[in-house]
């Protein structure tokens, strides 16, 4: 049994999860038990789902996020991989829903797999997304080589820096991943401070935001669009490279292309 059986809908949410998980691995992002996916599933949880008794006692989040007030969540399980997660999304994950005093939540199903120890950081993202109406529901962190390997470099941590330079690469880049990428300084992985900058670069209108020395994290409204965002960008690192490999400095499409773009497709930025 799974409560997954006759729920068509969250059953097709949680295996476009293990989708992107596939496509992680496959990609070289997901080394390890590395990246976190957190995806609010409230708009499928029924009332026969609600009634549910929790399979785990209640557990502490510590942090108190008053937006999410009964909401459910479907979280990769903590030390678990994706490549597992592709094969298995139930048995690597699960899912959970807050309790009434937004500080706690409970496993509901399948199994007692304790979610990822980032939790507290993406359920702050998405308290923060629910709190400024956002229709973003899904939020992953990823490894993706190439857009990590930029951030070695202090010229493409600087504000706006390589989101100029990867929209000039191609096209496809600035029209599907239109806010670009916002940079943030490395702070220890898991800590207050980087859920915090994290928050605050979102805010700034970014959908994609990298770590410095460590990966992205992004939001989108389902979790395929969030990996296609940080695809679109990462594949734009790699026309960069390729053209540094070739022994030369891309020239980039002109700022007129670029504005023409913006123009023609009604771009944010
Ligand atoms: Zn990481």
Redesign the pocket.
């Known amino acids: 049994m799974s409560i997954l059986d006759n729920r068509a809908a969250l059953k097709a949410e949680i295996y476009r999860v293990a989708e992107v998980a596939g496509y992680l691995w496959m990609k070289g992002w997901a080394e390890r038990n590395?990246?976190n996916i957190t995806v609010n599933i409230t708009e499928w949880a029924d009332e026969p789902m609600r009634s549910l008794p929790a399979i785990s006692g209640t557990i502490a989040i510590g942090i108190t996020l008053p937006h999410l007030k009964d909401c459910w969540f479907y979280c990769k399980g903590t030390q678990r991989r994706m490549r597992d997660l592709a094969r298995d999304p139930m048995g690597n994950g699960s899912i959970i829903r807050i309790t009434p005093d937004c500080a706690h939540y409970e496993i509901i199903a399948d199994s007692p797999v304790a979610p990822t120890s980032e939790l507290p950081s993406h359920l702050a993202v998405h308290d923060y997304l629910l709190a400024k109406n956002s229709p973003y529901r899904a939020s992953l962190?990823t490894?993706p080589i190439e857009l990590v390997a930029l951030t070695h470099s202090k010229k493409w941590m600087e504000k706006d820096a390589a989101t100029h330079m990867l929209w000039s690469m191609i096209p496809e880049t600035k029209a599907f991943c239109p806010r670009g990428l916002g940079m943030v300084p490395y702070m220890l992985?898991s800590s207050v401070e980087l859920a915090d900058v994290t928050i605050k670069a979102i805010g700034d209108d970014y959908d994609v935001v990298m770590w410095e020395k460590?990966?992205v994290f992004a939001v989108d409204t389902d979790i395929m669009s969030a990996f296609d965002q940080v695809d679109v960008l990462n594949k734009a690192a790699q026309i960069y490279i390729s053209s540094r490999n070739m022994g030369f400095e891309p020239d980039g499409m002109t700022d007129v292309q670029m504005k023409e773009l913006t123009d023609v497709f009604g771009l944010p930025k």
């Open positions: 590395g990246g962190h490894h992985p460590h990966g």
